[in-house]
């Protein structure tokens, strides 16, 4: 079967693959950084962040001098912030142990900050030419329809056995190409929902299709259910500036920046905001006169949703010891400059 479907597979994706960059020019510098900004993320949105990071830093070298608040700000809006700081740490990794070069080596690239095995193996394979399969989600859709697998794909037994199937699938002359064509099989043919399995050109390889599964495969066993979270964010403002928040490392967005919050068990009121005991700390003795209120964010995360306001406060004066509390003032033209979640950029733009 092997030789066949890789020559239906090669055919398929010479004919179809999108025209990207890191595709162009297979380069290890361009292929990981694509990798990285493409877990948990699209094309269609990563292209653009993967354009924008190699104008400002066309070699790894000059990624490896850059702050982290730099790659923070840089990274606004992909989510997942932890892959920024991996990106960061990798790059100066590289640049300390190896010159600058990535190792064309499966064993040492797994050795760097934020790879695992599924980026070791697409930059051995797509930069280096050695026979590594890549196993992403497309790759798991793909192989578990194409064998019908009914063991789910997010059990450490269901991603051993497509890995292995994988492995024997891999063409060993053309690892790189294969696996690019796996995961765009995956990415724009056979998708999740309402594959197109009467012009597929692997459908005869296909028992999904002739067992009539298609729709069912693959299987994932049932998620965690989401934590509802409920923030009340605190948008001070005087004389032209606003308070800004820096948020700790032991939640979410770490070292990102927002507005002051008060978390409640519940929905609560502005009034119910304003009587908090955790306002009267911020605020102190100041006096304050409510603003306006925005509309209620619902911003879902993996695990988590947030139920969200903000509530602007406006302030007689500055507050003398908020700056001990991770609150700064900065001015309202200069919030662009930090790096701030998503949900944050939503409220200023809004």
């Known amino acids: 079967m092997n030789l066949t479907f890789q020559t239906l597979l090669r055919n398929w994706y010479e004919q179809n693959k999108r025209i990207l960059p890191w595709r162009s020019e297979p380069a290890p510098y361009y292929v990981w950084l694509s990798e990285i900004i493409l877990q948990q993320t699209r094309v269609n949105q990563g292209l653009n962040y993967f354009l924008h990071f190699v104008e400002r830093w066309p070699k790894l070298e000059n990624l490896a001098s850059a702050s982290e608040e730099e790659v923070l700000k840089m990274w606004q809006g992909l989510g997942y912030y932890s892959r920024a700081r991996n990106l960061l740490r990798c790059a100066r990794q590289v640049s300390t142990q190896y010159g600058g070069a990535f190792p064309a080596d499966y064993a040492k690239l797994k050795q760097l900050q934020g790879i695992g095995d599924y980026t070791a193996a697409a930059i051995a394979s797509i930069a280096f030419n050695l026979p590594y399969a890549v196993v992403d989600g497309n790759v798991y859709r793909v192989i578990s329809r194409l064998f019908d697998i009914e063991t789910p794909i997010n059990t450490r037994e269901g991603q051993q056995c497509i890995a292995q199937i994988a492995d024997e699938l891999l063409d060993h002359a053309h690892p790189g190409l294969h696996n690019q064509a796996m995961m765009e099989f995956g990415a724009l043919h056979c998708i999740p929902k309402n594959p197109d399995c009467q012009n597929c050109p692997i459908q005869a390889h296909c028992l999904s299709y002739a067992n009539h599964t298609t729709e069912k495969r693959p299987v994932k066993q049932d998620k965690t259910k989401a934590r509802t979270r409920y923030f009340n964010y605190l948008v ?58 925005s509309r209620i964010f619902t911003h879902k995360l993996t695990h988590q949703t947030l139920i969200v306001q903000f509530i602007e406060i406006i302030l007689d004066k500055k507050i003398p010891n908020i700056e001990t509390k991770n609150i700064f003032l900065t001015s309202e033209k200069d919030l662009g400059q930090f790096p701030i979640p998503r949900l944050i950029d939503l409220y200023l733009n809004s």
């Not at 939640?251 to 990102?256: C, G, V």
């Not at 929905?267 to 009587?275: H, P």
């Not at 955790?278 to 304050?288: C, G, R, T, W, Y």
């Open 236 to 293: 001070f403002k005087t004389d032209g500036s606003t308070y800004l928040h820096q948020r700790g490392t032991d939640d979410i967005w770490a070292k990102l920046y927002d507005f002051p919050l008060i978390e409640s068990e519940k929905a609560i009121s502005i009034d119910e905001v304003i009587v908090h005991p955790l306002f009267h700390q911020i605020v102190e003795q100041n006096n304050f006169t409510v603003g306006k209120a």
